[in-house]
């Protein structure tokens, strides 16, 4: 294997991890092991088998999670067994080294935000959209970008089309996943993130999964690709050159994406380019 070899990225909820809704997507999975506790309460679960072949990847390999969860948020969860030094949260806002955030990307990430609409005028021109019986909860992330928590059997079709029509006139990113709809700046991404975290520690190549819409510029970029047989990006039939897709749904098809992290960590390809990062919006 040439240099440092493969940076493993992956998002969390509905690619390795699941709320006990989400885990029956497909076929059941048995004794899924809690790795989050929310007011008492267990809320997400991962495969058993995916847990252990992921601990013992991230033994060989650089595991980083990348998540749309704010820091707190991601605080929450507990991967038994699995090593990660970094960590992408905030849909790529904050870097985590250590556990402690960036200030070097903060910084980077005010410069690739400052040119479009802001916080305080997103939440401004949704406001009235937000205004809805069926909007359970309004939530902003670190002030970064905001999501609402919507009741799906309530809310109607044509909610989410003045939805996407008040974020497209912001300039901004759409994202639905189950019962959350993501209104995200186009500076703030994912792959900005985990190129960076690739360059400071010189991977060799990116390995990535994801199942929504906010992984879509990640998985394009990564030098390896797979996400399940579910969510966003599935619906949409959305693929990139190389994409493997899993057979299984729910959280059966987290156990096939480490599998698949495994293999390419295992194939040493030489040749690996680093993850290019993504073009300024």
């Known amino acids: 294997m040439s240099g440092r070899g493969l940076l493993v990225a992956s998002d969390l909820d509905r690619t390795l991890i699941y709320s006990a809704a989400a885990m029956q997507l497909g076929e059941a999975v048995a004794e899924p092991v809690c790795v989050e506790v929310y007011d008492g309460r267990p809320t997400s679960f991962m495969d058993p088998a995916a847990l252990d072949a992921l601990g013992a990847l991230s033994e060989r390999t650089p595991f980083v999670p990348v998540t749309t969860r704010t820091r707190e948020q991601f605080g929450r969860i507990v991967l038994p067994g699995v090593r990660s030094t970094h960590a992408v949260t905030t849909n790529g806002a904050v870097i985590l080294d250590g556990g402690t955030p960036c200030p070097e990307w903060a910084a980077e990430v005010r410069r690739r935000t400052a040119g479009g609409a802001s916080y305080l005028d ?12 069926w909007v359970r909860k309004v939530r902003d992330a670190e002030e970064q970008f905001v999501y609402a928590v919507v009741e799906p059997a309530l809310t109607p079709a044509e909610w989410y089309d003045e939805l996407a029509a008040a974020t497209t006139a912001l300039g901004w990113v759409l994202s639905v996943q189950g019962r959350k709809a993501y209104v995200i700046p186009p500076g703030l991404t994912k792959e900005a993130a985990v ?15 994801g199942d929504s819409w906010l992984d879509a510029g990640m998985l394009a970029a990564a030098d390896y ?13 959305w693929s990139t050159p190389g994409l493997r897709v899993t057979t299984a749904a729910g959280g059966r098809a987290a156990a096939e994406i480490v599998a698949a992290f495994d293999g390419w960590e295992r194939e040493g390809a030489s040749g690996w380019s680093t993850v290019s990062s993504d073009p300024l919006p």
């Open 122 to 133: 997103a939440t401004r021109a949704l406001r009235p959209v937000w205004e809805r019986p």
């Open 195 to 209: 190129a960076e975290v690739a360059r400071r520690t010189g991977a060799d190549a990116v390995a990535a999964a």
């Open 225 to 237: 690709a797979v996400r399940p047989a579910h969510g966003e990006l599935h619906a949409q039939d």
